[in-house]
DNA sequence: CTCAGTGCAAACCGTTTGCAGAACG
DNA sequence: CGTTCTGCAAACGGTTTGCACTGAG
């Protein structure tokens, strides 16, 4: 949601870097791409990025970006996800927190990361007890913000009014 | 992945009291296609529900497909899946683990479910300690499940040689 | 009978792809 | 210079929607 006080030149040149190890041309849309990446602590979509772009003058193709996201998730240098709002976001995975989770405000759609020692124990714990090798999880927590709420927002849900047993 | 044992007609006059409660008519495409999501104890996509439903004679469109399914997640007998393969999966409420999360082998696609008493209690703490009030997790574990590591398959993984802390 | 549901096909929308021209190495 | 990239626009694929027709209540 802001842009890193963190020099972001240092992981700009990691991804060059990969891409020379790749064997692939550096080009000034990949950096910049990279750059708009590296430099937000945000989870971007595809749409911010190209209005980030475009704000600093660089106008750069929907296709190229794409492709570009594709180069900097297969260097491990950015993850993707997936909310459920009908599109994929970015994060780089150069911020404080490695391997972290997310909670999501279903009001205003705010990420908000946090890292539990817990979790890992249980995931290895949960695979084990059925025979997985575990690569990695996703854990996703949905509620209201703390601002959310306070301006009134509530999660009514209705359904069946006696449904199953929900607990 | 399979058919249920269970009776599903309960079910699927469950949800025709859902329909009624909210004045809306009970058809026979509704019935048809909550009986086959009430039938089966799989993650179903919507082509496999269609599938299913022409093997058994019923040629019901798409369209009505999607606004069932719709109605049975609006009702709460049906929990709606995004595992990331670019299309959503609908698996009924009424089986033995209520509130459950999922094993997802990488290599076959097969889902597992298990429940872990931990968790919730963690969502709620890590909840609290954010300030947010919480509704729902998601948790997916991403691995190999045995037969498939049996039959050699591996997760390799390439990227960066030496890309930031990953731990 | 009336109002909502259904089926078809077209529209949607995020993402991917083909191809002519531009740029990296 | 050859090879890969870029940008555009068209293609894609799952999902949604508009509309004339059918069916539930």
Redesign the interface.
């Known amino acids: 949601m802001s842009t890193t006080s963190v020099p972001i030149a240092p992981f700009v040149r ?1 991804f060059g ?2 891409l020379r ?1 790749q064997g692939l041309p550096v080009t000034q849309q990949r950096e910049a791409v990279a750059q708009v990446v590296f430099g937000s602590d945000a989870h971007l979509s595809v749409e911010e990025i190209e209005s980030i772009l475009r704000e600093e003058g660089d106008r750069i193709g929907k296709a190229t970006i794409y492709r570009t996201l594709d180069l900097l998730v ?4 950015v993850e993707e996800h ?1 909310f ?1 709002e009908g599109f994929k976001r970015y994060e780089h ?2 911020s404080r927190q ?2 972290h989770d997310h ?1 999501i ?2 009001e205003c759609g705010q990420v ?1 990361e ?1 890292k ?1 020692p ?2 890992r124990r ?2 290895e714990r ?2 084990r ?18 601002p959310c ?1 306070e301006a009134g927002a509530t ?1 009514e ?5 006696c ?5």
């Open positions: 990691l870097r990969y190890e297969k260097s491990k240098l997936d459920g995975r150069l490695p391997d909670l405000c279903r908000t946090f539990d817990e979790l249980m995931q949960v695979a007890e059925h025979g997985f090798v575990t690569s990695r999880h996703k854990l996703e927590i949905y509620g209201l913000c703390a709420r999660l849900e209705q359904g069946l009014t449904p199953i047993e929900t607990v």
